[in-house]
């Protein structure tokens, strides 16, 4: 059983008092409910709160989760939002499902743990060696502790790692743990940011970045001397760079060179240390991270991945979710980019929902405008009929298309 710090306590006795009050409003009558008085046990009955030996209070019912600052076991409220005591929940006769509780597999305490810059390793050997050489020599002289490995997103992104310490009797020390923080950087030279929109990758890796897991993604564009003579047009690549920042919500650094670019991340990584070292950093699985995500944490601890499950989330070729396979193959639609797909993902999540939604529509025309106004992207623009017509003609038209 664990208690209530004072903060969420003065919290739950302010929203307890506004729900009465909202209840008695919409009663009309003062003190009762829709049913009358009720029972101890009913399902109607307010539950009061108890004190406990120690002074303090218990937690609340499960129908109104708060965040509690003890995190051997966390309670969350499950998706959809929290029943009210005596409501029907998601609707009249459905039992009302219990909070999710986080259980984390480990916690890392300020001191016990170091911010260390990762690299992928094709950073460090693929392309211009010399420019791979300097790179890292001048994070070494910035004294930048980091370590290279295969990351299977972003080039760049930091962990949390636990300190260890050899014990009496142990040949080795054991395996640090660690926790990923919420930054991942992709790092594009202007020759490779060219191939890659020609190959495809540019829209994948993007894609691929957004559904990580982590918050803010950073896309480090390197220039160079010879981007006119590149099989693309300067303001083509400067476009692809604005609908980066504009359009998929990426935050943009420009550098002029690999000095530059090894600069910047000395100054994220001396930045992320500063921030971190000094919270108390929570693990989580990537299958909690939904539920997680909605917990309201005090400003000294945050909840992040481990790094086991960040990476192996992200490998290419794991197998897919029916979700996953479906927004690849709307983003083969000319026209649909990441975002787009992910708008369409949040009304339909399949391809059978989406045909489903199609054989309710009466006529064709009712079919092509039927995904005219989904809001897509942090502008929140509509799709539009184009595409809601192309979509549709692509999965209502029998046969070859014309």
Not at 166 to 184: I, W
Not at 243 to 253: I, L, R, S
Not at 277 to 295: D, N
Not at 326 to 351: R, T
């Amino acid at each position: 059983m664990f208690t209530l710090t004072e903060k969420g306590l003065r919290l739950g006795e302010k929203l307890n008092a506004e729900h009465t009050e909202q209840e008695r409003l919409q009663e009309g009558r003062p003190g009762s409910d829709a049913h009358g008085d009720t029972q101890p046990g009913d399902p109607g009955e307010r539950p009061t709160r108890s004190t406990t030996p120690g002074g303090g209070s218990e937690r609340p019912p499960a129908s109104r989760a708060f965040p509690c600052q003890r995190w051997a076991g966390m309670r969350l409220p499950v998706a959809g939002g929290p029943a009210e005591p005596g409501g029907t929940g998601a609707s009249a006769g459905q039992s009302q499902q219990p909070p999710f509780t986080h259980i984390p597999e480990f916690t890392l305490r300020p001191g016990g743990f170091e911010v260390v810059l990762c690299i992928d390793f094709i950073e460090t050997t693929a392309g211009a060696s010399h420019r791979k050489r300097e790179l890292v020599s001048e994070l070494k002289r910035n004294q930048i502790d980091f370590d290279v490995r295969k990351l299977h997103v972003g080039d760049f992104l930091w962990v949390a790692r636990e300190r260890v310490h050899s014990c009496p009797g142990q040949l080795n020390a054991p395996r640090p743990r660690e926790l990923v923080l919420d930054y991942v950087v992709e790092r594009k030279r202007m020759d490779d940011l060219c191939g890659s929109i020609v190959d495809g990758r540019f829209r994948e890796q993007k894609f691929r970045m957004k559904r990580c897991g982590l918050r803010n993604r950073i896309y480090l564009v390197e220039d160079c001397n010879f981007v006119k003579h590149l099989s693309l047009p300067e303001t083509t690549l400067q476009q692809a760079i604005v609908n980066t920042q504009v359009v998929d919500g990426f935050f943009v650094k420009r550098t002029k060179d690999v000095k530059e670019s090894a600069a910047y991340l000395t100054i994220m990584t001396r930045y992320l240390q500063n921030l971190y070292l000094q919270k108390t950093l929570v693990s989580c699985r990537k299958e909690e991270q939904g539920a997680c995500s909605r917990e309201e944490t005090d400003s000294d601890t945050c909840i992040l991945l481990t790094f086991i499950d960040f990476n192996e989330g992200a490998m290419k070729n794991r197998a897919q979710t029916v979700k996953e396979v479906f927004a690849k193959q709307l983003m083969q639609i000319n026209g649909i980019s990441g975002e787009k797909a992910v708008a369409i993902l949040g009304h339909y999540d399949s391809v059978a929902s989406l045909m489903k939604a199609y054989e309710a529509c009466p006529t064709e025309t009712g079919r092509e405008k039927l995904l005219v106004n989904i809001k897509c992207g942090n502008t929140q623009r509509n799709l539009g009929p184009a595409l809601s017509k192309t979509v549709s003609q692509l999965y209502c038209t029998e046969g070859p298309l014309g």
